[in-house]
């Protein structure tokens, strides 16, 4: 009964088309001045969100840092036994799962990312320092804990700030680009970590591992005073670097995409309304359970250059051998991500990423052989575009009120990082070199995520034809339809 009750509800939402849409582009100057004057907005726009990718780059950084440095004497100089590694790695999403939904909340009720989400990541920055200096395992597991609780405000808020300003057509390339970043981090970030760990060892009585922590958490408060004068804030708070006509523009390309404006439903429905929406919605939690599945599968991220290890070279080799498969990925992504904003599907691009993984799976769980496991990193890594590709079906999925939106990318992203939590203990030293196991559960849970995707694909093709027998039925032209 609750999910029938969601569905009509965004039904209602897509079906609200606002009368003033009708009025043309009169207000813009006709329709070829209106088009110029878009391609310029995007421009400003794609230019200054362009930050989010260096942002993005650097929060990956400080979250798998670690593992580079679990290479230079991590684990021995904090005396690290048994599981307590592991448990360093997992602890973070904790605190990253308990602070993403309050945190896109907060962020959709001040409605000045600009201030928000950099002053976050000073502070994270801080706190990646901070790891530098300790001592024991409590000291790093209170770091991790408290860099998780921080680190969560970026993600989920940099997809809202994009899901405020692109339409659902442009949304999957920019979801892309963003989320290059964390592919490029692990490419470049391996490299970054393998000349700190080579050069920096007994540089004024440190550990080489610690200028890693040092050195990385500098170069992020560095960059979050940059972003502060960079990044934009909302459409209808954005006003120092838009004319208005430009800002009038943005507004209306969003109540245009879905048929409602995002600042009247957020004058409408308050901050514990979107909450109730989202959380009262099965497909929030379909998405959230399918890309939980995905992220187990995807855990491999945080041992790469263990996994690397396996094929026999050197520390400084294994971290450069590190580097291509991410940057294949990061090709793989954008190309699948730009052509399924092209044709308007996302659960056929999710598969056949998936399935790649999948055979990277079973080539590495087969054999041994140095060529064929660095060929199967390459498969793994580009099974990233799915992920990516997902992230954009779920703000085209929950399209509005913008309350709901907030919480619901939150609440999802939130729940997937149970994958990590579980990733962290997939991948036990016990298991190795081989890794058997571990690759036996990433084919299952990439199997289970594929099955969840295709489900929820049919239902979205029934809700776009009920809108469809709607609009016959009223005489109402061609308007919102769920991407699938």
Not at 82 to 104: A, D, R
Not at 315 to 324: G, N, Q, S
Request: net charge neutral; charged share 15%.
């Amino acid at each position: 009964m609750s999910s029938s009750i969601s569905d009509k509800k965004d039904i209602e939402y897509a079906d609200n088309r606002l009368e003033a849409n009708v009025d043309g582009d009169e207000e813009f100057g006709g329709h070829e001045a209106r088009k110029e004057l878009e391609k310029k907005l995007l421009r400003k726009l794609d230019l200054r969100m362009s930050i989010l990718i260096v942002i993005y780059i650097l929060n990956y950084i400080d979250r798998n840092n670690a593992s580079a440095a679990r290479l230079r004497g991590f684990e021995a100089d904090l005396h690290l036994v048994g599981q307590q590694f592991n448990t360093l790695l997992s602890i973070l999403y904790v605190g990253y799962i308990l602070m993403q939904i309050p945190s896109n909340m907060l962020l959709n009720r001040i409605g000045r990312p600009s201030l928000y989400l950099p002053c976050c990541m000073i502070i994270w920055g801080t706190i990646s320092i901070l790891t530098g200096i300790t001592t024991n395992f409590i000291g790093a597991l209170l770091t991790r804990f408290f860099l998780g609780f921080v680190e969560a405000a970026f993600f989920p808020g940099s997809l809202f700030l994009l899901s405020k300003w692109y339409k659902r057509s442009e949304l999957g390339v920019r979801t892309a680009l963003l989320s290059c970043g964390s592919l490029i981090s692990n490419a470049f970030g391996s490299l970054i970590a393998s000349g700190i760990l080579d050069g920096m060892q007994g540089k004024l009585g440190h550990s080489a591992w610690r200028w890693l922590f040092y050195i990385e958490g500098s170069l992020t408060i560095f960059v979050a005073i940059c972003a502060i004068f960079i990044l934009p804030d909302f459409p209808a708070t954005s006003h120092t670097w838009l004319s208005p006509l430009e800002v009038r523009l943005a507004e209306k390309r969003m109540e245009e995409d879905v048929g409602v404006s995002d600042e009247t439903q957020t004058e409408a429905a308050g901050a514990v309304h979107g909450l109730v929406l989202a959380l009262t919605d099965w497909k929030v939690w379909w998405l959230a359970l399918a890309l939980t599945s995905m992220v187990i599968s995807l855990s491999f991220n945080a041992f790469f250059p263990t996994l690397s290890a396996t094929m026999g070279f050197s520390t400084t080799i294994t971290l450069l051998l590190c580097a291509p498969p991410w940057a294949f990925a990061t090709l793989v992504a954008f190309c699948v991500t730009k052509n399924s904003d092209r044709v308007g599907d996302r659960f056929n691009h999710i598969a056949a990423s998936l399935f790649g993984g999948i055979i990277g799976f079973v080539i590495a769980l087969s054999t041994m052989n140095t060529a064929a496991r660095y060929v199967s990193l390459f498969l793994m890594a580009q099974s990233y575009a799915a992920f990516i590709t997902f992230l954009a079906w779920v703000s085209n999925s929950i399209p509005r009120p913008p309350s709901k939106r907030a919480v619901a990318i939150a609440c999802i992203n939130a729940f997937s990082q149970l994958g990590n939590v579980a990733g962290s203990y997939v991948w036990p030293s016990a298991w190795g070199p081989s890794y058997r196991h571990s690759y036996a559960i990433c084919i299952s849970t990439n199997g289970l995520c594929i099955v969840m995707c295709y489900i929820f694909k049919k239902h979205l093709e029934r809700l776009n034809k009920r809108l469809e027998e709607e609009e016959k039925e009223e005489g109402k032209p061609q308007g919102f339809r769920y991407l699938t």
